[in-house]
């Protein structure tokens, strides 16, 4: 599996509260649209498209 | 409305066949006398096919219809005569530019690769194409019998032939076909009557196009706006055509009445609010459209042949409607020759399918995609579409992902049973199954093109000595050995680049220009097996 899924978050607690603190007092569709956004940057940090594929399976099941 | 176009009306003549009320078998009708049935007849007269011509009207296509031209269509179009007329009256153009909202998101350039007869895209009104084909019909009389007016009513399949009942202005008559091609369209009357199923998708989304005349000075650019403000949370495209006609394309969501929308007081604020007020235009066509990706599942219904939007429909993000039917035309006729001389068994036409149903699927899938983005299914999609185009605007990653249509571009039969695989290591694109690259040559001291130098029977292009042989045959079957720097020159280096041959190279061609087969040596026995490949001896 090319995907890792061992912690890999530096600092996890600071990480979890930076992305919260992200959409704090953002109407719902923006927030929708900036999550897309970051799906869209990340995805192409990773760039191997198998990777993606298995990302994406795995969010969806 | 304005025309910058006068409608030529053709005249309806009886036959002699319905006249005398004898049966003559033929042994081609071509149902439909638009782009591709022209094309049909014309290509069957360059192999010395008779055919007969049958349409309902008497005159070319009306309104709003095919408009992009792309490389591969002119090519073929330039074997039949016609392709210098129309680059001559189209509009050539490379850049294509996408806006979201105010702002540019991305601007993409074909930047067509130099040493190629025939320029990557042109567009031109449907009906010049037509009259060209037309006229060029006219001067084929000895084998193409274009009748107008005649329409068919039904028909019945035999083992040998197919009987049809024909309508014209005289009564009804009875014909007799070996084979026939049927050109009739996406509402395809000949696919009804041999209930063949015709499935893909539906989109829930309706489109307005206007054909404008104006003397604007926008550039001959392919504009397309994605939510802009003349026309919020919808799509619109903008795009010169000949004779200062230009289209306008306005996406008008599933709700738009199509009566409401396309009346002339409904329709002028529209373009008034996209050009500007001071843009002065006239309306030339005004019409409403929804569209499907779909297509036939086969090709081939026995001794009829289906081609062209009658086979298979594609939304019109990306020109590949018109620029993929011409191309089922090449692929049809030489082995529809074959099989009428008797030089290839008649399941040789299943290969017509094979390769054209995998041309149309993989058209259907760029069409179906390109509508995806440009009309999202729902509103998480319509939010990832706006994700891309906002982020495309400064970041260079996200520009592929704008799809505002995938232009038109062949696809590569890599998988077809024709083709022998290769067994010597080749870089490049010229695998087996794909249409032949173009490149300037010198014909006895003259500039040429090599397609234009090609054989009409099976190609065996020499890279390298020139072997002992001038042909190579297998039954009637010829294969003409032409070898570079013998028949012709390379004249920039560019035939021995794209065909990655600077170390020797011999590529069989069929003789719809695409390749069958290639090694690194001459090997006589090698090529008489992938001639029998490709013509399904084997």
């Known amino acids: 599996m090319a995907l890792n899924l061992k912690r890999n978050i530096d600092r996890p607690d600071d990480f979890y509260q930076e992305l919260l603190d992200m959409q704090r007092g953002m109407e719902e569709e923006d927030v929708q649209v900036m999550n897309a956004k970051l799906i ?11 990777t993606l594929s298995e990302a994406m399976s795995l969010a969806k099941n | ?40 007849a014309l290509d069957c007269a360059r192999l010395g096919i008779p055919v007969v011509i049958l349409d309902d009207n008497n005159t070319v296509s009306i309104g709003s219809r095919a408009v992009c031209y792309a490389k591969r269509p002119l090519e073929i179009w330039d074997r039949l005569g016609i392709a210098d007329k129309m680059v001559e ?31 990557a895209m042109i567009n031109l009104q449907q009906y010049y194409c037509e009259e060209f084909l037309v006229d060029e019909v006219m001067k084929h009389k000895d084998l193409i019998d274009l009748r107008w007016k005649h329409k068919l009513i039904s028909l019945t399949q035999h083992d040998d032939h197919t009987s049809l009942q024909v309508e014209t202005p005289d009564g009804v008559f009875t014909m007799e076909c070996d084979w026939m091609i049927a050109c009739d369209g996406a509402n395809s009357m000949v696919r009804d009557m041999v209930k063949a199923e015709f499935t893909g998708r539906f989109f829930q989304d309706r489109f307005l196009i206007a054909d404008v005349v104006m003397k604007a000075d926008f550039p001959t650019e392919r504009w397309f706006w994605f939510d802009p403000t003349f026309h919020k949370n919808q799509s619109a495209l903008l795009h010169k055509q000949s004779d200062d006609v230009w289209r306008l394309d306005f996406q008008m969501g599933w709700d738009a009445d199509p009566k409401e929308a396309t009346k002339p007081e409904n329709v002028i604020p529209l373009i008034k609010a996209m050009l500007g007020n001071d843009t002065e235009f006239e309306l030339e066509w005004v019409s ?18 289906f081609a062209g939007d009658a086979a298979h429909q594609v939304s019109p993000f990306g020109a590949r409607g018109a620029n993929t039917g011409i191309q089922d035309i090449d692929n049809l006729t030489w082995k529809l020759k074959m099989v009428m001389d008797g030089d290839a068994p008649i399941e040789f ?35 990832f579409r706006d994700a891309v185009l906002e982020l495309s605007k400064k970041y260079e ?28 290591a080749f870089e490049g694109d010229m695998a087996p199954g794909t249409n032949c690259a173009d490149a300037p040559i010198i014909v006895d001291g003259a500039e040429g093109w090599v397609l234009n130098h090609l054989s009409d029977d099976f190609t065996v292009l020499v890279f390298g000595d020139a072997p002992d042989m001038s042909e190579i045959k297998l039954g009637n079957i010829r294969a003409q050995v032409i070898t570079v720097g013998a028949q ?33 040596k001459f090997d006589d026995a090698k090529i008489v097996a992938a001639l029998a490949r490709a013509t399904g001896q084997n």
Request: hydrophobic share 35%.
């Open chain 2, 1 to 40: 409305m304005l025309n910058t176009y006068t409608w030529p009306e053709y005249p309806y003549v009886q036959s002699d066949d319905q006249k005398d009320g004898t049966i003559k078998r033929k042994p081609v009708i071509v149902i439909g006398a638009g782009l591709i049935g022209l094309s049909a």
């Open chain 2, 288 to 305: 409403i459209y929804q569209f499907a990706c779909r297509r036939i599942d086969n090709f081939r219904y026995g001794r009829i042949l």
């Open chain 2, 349 to 383: 036409m299943d290969s017509y399918d094979e390769e054209r149903a995998f041309a149309a699927d993989d058209n259907l899938l760029h069409s179906t995609r390109s509508t995806d983005f440009i009309t999202p299914k729902s509103k998480s999609s319509r939010i």
């Open chain 2, 89 to 119: 009256k189209g509009i050539s153009w490379n850049v294509g530019k996408v806006f979201f909202k105010e702002d540019l998101a991305y601007e993409f350039d074909l930047l067509p690769e130099k040493g190629h007869k025939m320029p």
């Open chain 2, 397 to 424: 990653f996200a520009r592929p992902l704008v799809n505002s249509g995938r232009l038109s571009m062949p696809t590569p039969y890599v998988n077809s049973s024709l083709n022998t695989a290769d067994e010597d």
């Open chain 2, 488 to 520: 012709f020159e390379d004249k920039d280096g560019l035939l021995t680049q794209r065909y990655d041959a600077a170390g020797g190279a011999v590529y069989l061609i069929r003789p719809d220009h695409h390749v069958a087969a290639r090694w690194r």
């Open chain 1, 40 to 50: 869209l940057i990340l995805s192409n940090h990773i760039g191997d498209h198998k």
